[in-house]
């Protein structure tokens, strides 16, 4: 597979190639880090006890014992400021779709056999970074004004952030720079004659015109080749018996 990428690709200047392969590495980590975050139940947690720990998720919440582990679906249906858990759940899925969505027109715009034409899907690319910017932050956002709002949520027990909360953060920087890159890239778009192996740019002046001459020559004399005839010896004895007839009328 990358041995047909490295043949069918036509080359085109490293300073060019970077910002493509800079968004593809941005897209990609925040696609991880978004989807980890969004699997682990580690938003927040807290201790109750000594022997008890919560691990609060945006799907479900965990309570371990010493002995035991429960997990419940989060958030109930009669708490208080769940419209704020919802959102985080609804931004987090979205950014992970946008970070894969990102990651895949990236790539095709790599893999293209003429870079030159991709000036539109990059464009695309730039948006669709800035779409998963816009849901990654808004994931965590919304985390935080839940876990902020004491005089209308209930969250003394929730406790502090935790790992997929930092998670969730990451990938929103990663969506950031990954608009830095996407712009780097649309103003990058090569032209053809930046190009130097595959669809050169046949306008360029490194392909002077041929001139077709309209002057044809043609040959004035064509050579006389001279047949020789040979003589065999009966022949030589006909002729000397009758002298009256030439090489020529036997011929």
């Given amino acids: 597979f990358f041995e047909y990428l490295r043949f069918s690709m036509p080359k085109i200047p490293k300073e060019r190639k970077l910002p493509i392969i800079l968004t593809m590495l941005f897209a990609l980590s925040g696609l991880l880090l978004s989807a980890v975050a969004c699997g682990i139940p580690l938003w927040s947690k807290s201790t109750t006890s000594s022997t008890t720990k919560v691990e609060t998720g945006i799907w479900q919440t965990c309570v371990y014992t010493s002995v035991t582990k429960l997990c419940t679906t989060y958030p109930p249906a009669n708490m ?54 816009l849901f990654s932050n808004a994931s965590w956002a919304f985390w935080v004004a839940f876990m902020e709002s004491d005089t209308r949520c209930p969250t003394q027990s929730i406790g502090s952030y935790s790992v997929s909360f930092g998670l969730a953060v990451a990938a929103a920087a990663c969506a950031c720079l990954s608009i830095l890159s996407a712009a780097w890239m649309v103003g990058a778009t090569p032209t053809g004659s930046q190009c130097a192996v595959g669809y050169p740019d046949f306008n360029d002046s490194i392909y002077p015109t041929l001139e077709r001459s309209t002057k044809l020559s043609y040959p004035t004399s064509y050579p006389y080749v001279q047949q020789t005839n040979t003589v065999t010896p009966h022949l030589s004895s006909y002729y000397a018996r009758n002298p009256e007839v030439s090489e020529m009328d036997v011929h």
């Fill in 80 to 133: 208080e400021c769940r419209e704020f858990v919802l959102l985080t759940e609804a931004m987090s899925i979205c950014a992970t779709c946008f970070f894969s969505f990102v990651l895949i027109a990236t790539f095709k715009v790599f893999i293209s056999k003429a870079p030159w034409t991709t000036k539109k899907a990059r464009l695309v690319v730039a948006c669709l970074a800035f779409m998963s910017s």
